[in-house]
């Protein structure tokens, strides 16, 4: 199909007014997946801890690395949408997702199950703007409050549900299954997404990306989240932690929001 039969507008003359429900089960059921990945994993540091011979320093860095990747690229979105549009963007980051998982499942070290957290968490980060963006998008602005807190059902409910899905995987197979668990919500995620996301033409030249400002966002986030993890073991006085806080996270952030209102093209408009 061409970009003009995939706009909204000719999904809406294909599938009628049932289309904004669609397009709402598509992406709850993609952020059900994700919601689940975010807790699911936190009853498993110990057997994590056990398996791979590692102290709760490195082990906690599968829900830091997630979380804090998470952070970070939700400021990606508007970006990748203006690029390449909601059906690349939402299938690429279900494609990064299932990737993390598969690799974090099969991780035969500490250092490669973090990785595919942080891409875990990188596609959650995404997703969780696109998502919101596309129910806005479909919905009329009488209804979207309706379909918000729909959508909103689904996202809590899943983290909620995810350390006691944890639990029950560990006693009744494996530590490695948590992993896998959100899979089978991302396979009809990936399907219907390249039925009822709308497409558009990728821009060329791609549009301006701040990438001074994604850095200095990495440096605030992950300073400010090992510096809060660590403390109590280093201890709140310590060097490491005060550079990390004070300096890394502290820092990181002012230079940040001072790069943000001077960029020409800030990764997050402050005006």
Known sequence: MTVDETSVDALFRRFGPSYRWFVTFNVMIGAIAMGLASSIVNVAVPAVMGAYGVGLDQAQWISIGFLGTMSVTMLLSSWLLEAFGQRITYIATLVVFIVGSLLSSSAQNIDTMVVGRVLQGAASGVGQPLAM???????????????????????????????????????TLS???????????????????TILMPSKAIRSPFPVFDWTGLTL???????????????????????????????????????????????????LDLS
């Open 133 to 171: 963006y596309a129910i806005y998008q479909v919905f009329p602005p009488d209804r979207r409050g309706m379909a918000m807190g729909l959508y909103g059902l689904g996202t809590v409910l899943a983290p909620t549900f995810g350390p006691f899905l944890g639990g029950l995987a560990i006693d």
């Open 175 to 193: 530590w490695r299954y948590l992993f896998l668990l959100p899979l089978p919500f991302c396979a009809p995620a990936l399907v219907l997404s």
């Open 217 to 267: 966002m990495f440096i605030a986030t992950f300073s400010l989240l090992g510096g809060l993890s660590n403390g109590p073991r280093w201890g709140w006085g310590s060097n490491e932690i005060l550079l990390l806080l004070i300096g890394g996270g502290g820092g990181g952030t002012a230079a940040f929001i001072y790069w943000e209102l001077r960029a020409s093209y800030p990764l």
